[in-house]
């Protein structure tokens, strides 16, 4: 523990001494570098890699407040926003954090590429443990749908979950509702089909409400 203290007081010292160079220099906006290597971080971790992650996370998310400026999650590179993300994961896979900052947070920035960028990044984290992490690519599908309005993107989303892991039923009902944004009518029709043949579906309520949304597709 105090090797972790030591590391962690030494960061805070190189931050602390960069922000006065850039107090010293005016304040101009400084870029998102990459992050150290995963091997030099291993090491410098002394066993304690759980708290760098932490550490990591923590930098990345103060990184738009810069001394005299503030720079908005646009202008970031999110090449490198993914880099950080996906570092601080390598150190603590158990921990949620990285998905959630990169699909309540980053995720919503304006620009398609950004989204996409940070949606790419959560369907590849969720591939590596699906039962742990599908409730960050069921947001990535609502991002998806409704924020990129990418209805083949979504189906492909509620598709992998439905497909990778246990998930509740809510998620087969949403990829019905994709495909008839998509005017994939009979895949839709087949689909419901097999929610209420399958016998996963118990509650009453739930099925008529499923039924009542066959009949309005087959009408």
């Known amino acids: 523990m105090r090797r972790i203290s030591f590391f962690l007081a030494a ?21 998102l570098p990459s992050p150290p290597q995963i091997a030099a971080l291993r090491l410098a971790s002394f ?6 992650s932490r550490y990591l996370m923590l930098y990345l998310q103060s990184f738009d407040i810069q001394p005299g400026i503030v720079v908005p999650y646009r202008d970031l590179d999110y090449g490198n926003v993914a880099k950080w993300l996906k570092r601080s994961m390598e150190l603590d896979e158990h921990d949620p954090y990285p998905l959630f900052a990169a699909s309540y947070i980053y995720a919503s920035a304006n620009e398609k590429a950004q989204k996409m960028r940070m949606l790419d990044f959560i369907y590849g984290e969720f591939l590596k443990q699906p039962e742990a992490r599908w409730p960050w690519l069921a947001r990535g599908y609502l991002v998806a749908r409704y924020g990129l309005h990418d209805f083949p993107l979504a189906a492909k989303y509620s598709a992998a979950l439905q497909e990778h892991a246990g998930v509740p039923n809510w998620v087969g009902e949403m990829t019905v509702f994709t495909l008839e944004d998509m005017g994939e009518l009979k895949s839709a029709k087949i689909l419901l089909g097999g929610m209420l043949a399958g016998g996963r579906i118990s509650d009453p309520n739930e099925v008529a409400f499923l039924k009542r949304e066959l009949g309005r597709i087959e009408n």
């Open 11 to 31: 960061m805070l010292i190189i931050q602390l001494a960069w922000q006065a160079e850039a107090r010293r220099e005016g304040a101009h906006e400084t870029k």
């Open 47 to 52: 066993d304690e890699s759980v708290m760098v």
